[in-house]
């Protein structure tokens, strides 16, 4: 029998809660582009983060910052198109929520009406306390993100492992309970000692999912290139590496490089 769209079961915001609630963990990674949505969808990932890491990874910058809200719209609205089971999540990005709640919701109204995505995520905690209020009370769900916060890379200088100082903890503990008093869903942790993580998923009832954070969180979330091998130089700790497609790809497009250039490809069978 074949599967039509509407008889997939779609993740819902609530779905994610309940597997908080029973223990099943929530698997998320990021996705840019419909053909990798449609692989990672397909392959059963609850979460696809269209995250502004395509900054660096699709756009090759070196920070998160100059990616726009319109490419973050066109990178969500591809992905969009190749889902049918995940909940997607898009970045609002750097510059597109600082400024104020107004600016926030026209962001945020801007990508979930020109994508068709499910939420947004954004980083930061009691100082955007506004924005999120606001984009909650459009009915939009929310994800929190904490602890390493790419897009303040200037302000702290480094990508080190954050809160490892007890006051930092302590204001990373009190973001993450105002973010679930207001009404996220959600939040990311990332980059912080694996007992601060513990401690904020079990103190918070909402999912807490990790990068950098640990086991004892109730989800994670890798770049999708990283995990794929697709980047060799990325090596932090906390990545794992599923498959080496660097080495497979390069492989693939030197053997057809030689093809072409020996006159082996095309034969007659790839011919009309
Ligand atoms: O943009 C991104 O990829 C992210 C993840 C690191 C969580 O925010």
């Keep these: 029998m074949s599967v039509h769209k509407s008889d997939v079961k779609k993740v819902t915001t609530h779905q994610l809660q309940n597997m908080k609630e029973r223990g099943e963990k929530i698997s998320m990674l990021t996705a840019y ?13 609850d979460v696809l983060l269209v995250g502004d890491s395509a900054s660096n990874v699709m756009a ?5 910052l100059p990616i726009t809200l319109d490419q973050m719209i066109y ?25 104020n709640s107004s600016e926030a919701l026209r962001s945020t ?9 499910h939420g947004i995520k954004l980083e930061g905690g009691a100082e955007i306390k506004e924005s999120i209020v606001r984009i909650l009370s459009a009915g939009v769900p929310v994800m ?14 480094t990508y080190t492992v954050r809160a490892k100082e007890e006051a930092e903890a302590q204001k990373l503990i009190e973001d993450a309970l105002l973010l679930q ?16 993580a513990k401690r904020v998923a079990e103190k918070l009832e909402i999912p807490i999912i990790g990068i950098g954070a640990g086991p004892h969180v109730d989800g994670q979330v890798l770049v999708v ?48």
């Design 225 to 272: 290139h990283d995990m794929l091998g697709i980047n060799k130089e990325f090596k932090p700790r906390f990545l794992r590496r599923y498959a080496d497609l660097h080495t497979i790809m390069t492989d693939a497009v030197q053997n057809y490089v030689k093809d072409v250039k020996s006159k082996d490809f095309p034969n007659e069978k790839e011919a009309y």
């Design 75 to 99: 990178h969500a609205s591809s992905v969009i198109r190749g889902v049918n089971r995940a909940f997607v999540v898009v970045d609002l990005p750097f510059g597109s929520y600082q400024g």
């Design 60 to 64: 090759g910058h070196e920070t998160t």
């Design 109 to 117: 109204i801007r990508i979930m009406k020109e994508s068709g995505a």
């Design 181 to 196: 008093e207001l009404g996220c869903f959600s939040i990311v942790l990332e980059k912080i000692p694996s007992e601060l």
């Design 33 to 45: 582009d419909y053909s990798m949505a449609t692989i990672l969808d397909a392959a059963g990932v």
């Design 144 to 157: 929190g993100h904490l602890g390493l916060t790419p897009q303040s890379i200037y302000k702290f200088g």
